[in-house]
């Protein structure tokens, strides 16, 4: 099991950029696939991007920040991140990571991940 810290959430103006970490303790963090989700005020926690186990050589992302965030990691390190280019108020949201022991291409949904770290707020002004 691994227990998850967010950080580096702010406040950055439309177009900017903005990289998130998460950090993970426990030891059996490479066989975790890490998850983003975020959730924006009176709104469902929605998916953003998810990196597979061990090597993350797999990635998915949603339609609306394709081509915008990228999300990578470093087991050396116990982290993931998320990194956020070309950001719209739209993005204004906090963001969670996850972790979870399955992977799957697509669907990802909040009932696949078992560990969930406390978010991190992210205000994108216009």
């Known amino acids: 099991q691994v227990q998850l810290v967010e950080s580096g959430g702010r406040l950055v103006q439309a177009g900017g950029s903005l990289r998130l970490s998460c950090e993970a303790s426990?030891?059996?963090?490479?066989?975790?696939?890490m998850g983003w989700f975020r959730q924006a005020p009176g709104k469902e926690r929605e998916f953003v991007a998810v990196?597979?186990?061990?090597?993350?050589?797999?990635?998915n992302y949603a339609d609306s920040v394709k081509g915008r965030f990228t999300i990578s990691r470093n087991n050396a390190k116990n982290t993931v991140y998320l990194q956020m280019n070309s950001l719209k108020p739209e993005d204004t949201a906090v963001y969670y990571c996850?972790?979870?022991?399955?992977?799957?291409?697509?669907?990802?949904?909040?009932?696949?991940?078992?560990?969930w770290g406390q978010g991190t707020q992210v205000t994108v002004s216009s």
């Open positions: 990196i597979s186990s061990w090597s993350g050589s797999s990635t």
């Open positions: 996850a972790g979870t022991y399955i992977w799957k291409r697509t669907g990802w949904a909040l009932n696949d991940f078992y560990s």
């Open positions: 426990g030891s059996t963090f490479s066989s975790h696939a």
